[in-house]
């Protein structure tokens, strides 16, 4: 069984930076891609950047230039850097990680940022 762990979210103000962190239960390297996904209350659940095991990147338009993905292998550790962040509606962001077939959700982090 798969387990992956965020940890890192909380209350920010604008303008100010967060680190995500997801810990997997198993070896990291069989992942591939592991990402970040985000869910604002009423809306759907949206990629935020993916990161292949060979440390091919992949952004939303909306964190480009500002969150960077990646990856400590020897860790079991996939980050998320948040700088600049927005004011925007409080998140859930989740861990995603595909292993061969199938795929594996974190549980979720909070975001929130004020203003």
């Known amino acids: 069984q798969v387990q992956l762990v965020e940890s890192g979210g909380g209350l920010v103000q604008a303008g100010g930076s967060l680190r995500l962190s997801c810990v997997a239960s198993?070896?990291?390297?069989?992942?591939?891609?592991m990402g970040w996904y985000r869910q604002a209350p009423g809306k759907q659940r949206e990629l935020v950047a993916t990161?292949?095991?060979?440390?091919?990147?992949n952004y939303a338009d909306s964190v480009k230039g500002r969150f960077v993905i990646s990856r400590e292998n020897a860790k079991n550790t996939v980050y998320l850097q948040m700088n600049s962040l927005k004011p925007e509606a409080p998140a859930v962001y989740y861990c995603?990680?595909?292993?061969?077939?199938?795929?594996?959700w974190g549980q979720g982090t909070q975001v929130t940022v004020s203003s």
């Open positions: 990161i292949t095991s060979g440390g091919s990147t």
């Open positions: 995603h990680a595909w292993l061969g077939q199938r795929d594996y």
């Open positions: 198993r070896s990291f390297f069989l992942f591939n891609p």
